[in-house]
């Protein structure tokens, strides 16, 4: 039985043989202010690496009380710490529930470019573990030994 799924799977396997790793996000942390001081802002940070190459980055935004439901990156941007990285957040309803949309753009040695986008549901069940204070703010962090894998759902090589 189990000789047959695996022969099953191999074809799979060499149809596609640069399938790609999912992004690997730790350290995930979000912050909701609760808008008395006016001073607080929103705060979102992670770590990523990409596995097909190892490239690893840390990445934060933040944006103004006022900005609360308009401020999130709806484009692509690049404010992480290593060069050919950027973020954007889809579907965003809190800081707590949104999809985490990350592009990856890696130099090969021969020159040419590739790029990868990767998606993740962002959610406060299985990624990420909220404290709501009673006088308004939030802190959420990724969930201790949970791994938060981003699929990667774009590959292009130019
Ligand atoms: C995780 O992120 C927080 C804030 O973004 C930072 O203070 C802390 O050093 C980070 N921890 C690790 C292990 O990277
Ligand atoms: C809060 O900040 C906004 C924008 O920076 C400003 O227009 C407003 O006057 C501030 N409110 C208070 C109470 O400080
Ligand atoms: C996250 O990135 C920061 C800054 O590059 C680094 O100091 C820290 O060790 C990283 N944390 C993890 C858990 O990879
Ligand atoms: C970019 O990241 C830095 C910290 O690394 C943060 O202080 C700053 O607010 C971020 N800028 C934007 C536009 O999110």
Not at 41 to 51: A, E, G, I, K
Not at 125 to 152: K, M, P, W, Y
């Amino acid at each position: 039985m189990l000789v047959t799924v695996m022969l099953m799977a191999l074809p799979l396997a060499l149809a596609y043989p640069e399938a790609t790793t999912a992004f690997e996000v730790t350290n995930l942390s979000t912050f909701e202010p609760s808008g008395r001081d006016n001073v607080s802002v929103y705060r979102v940070s992670f770590n990523v690496t990409d596995p097909s190459d190892g490239a690893a980055t840390s990445c934060e935004t933040t944006w103004p009380y006022a900005e609360w439901d308009t401020g999130y990156p709806h484009e692509f941007l690049a404010n992480c710490t290593n060069k050919g990285w950027s973020f954007k957040f889809d579907d965003y309803q809190s800081m707590w529930d949104f999809v985490l949309d990350v592009k990856h753009v890696s130099k090969k040695r021969n020159g040419k470019k590739i790029k990868r986008s990767a998606k993740g549901m962002v959610d406060d069940e299985n990624v990420l573990l909220c404290t709501h204070a009673g006088s308004g703010f939030s802190i959420c962090r990724q969930r201790e030994g949970v791994a938060f894998q981003l699929d990667v759902c774009k590959e292009v090589k130019f």
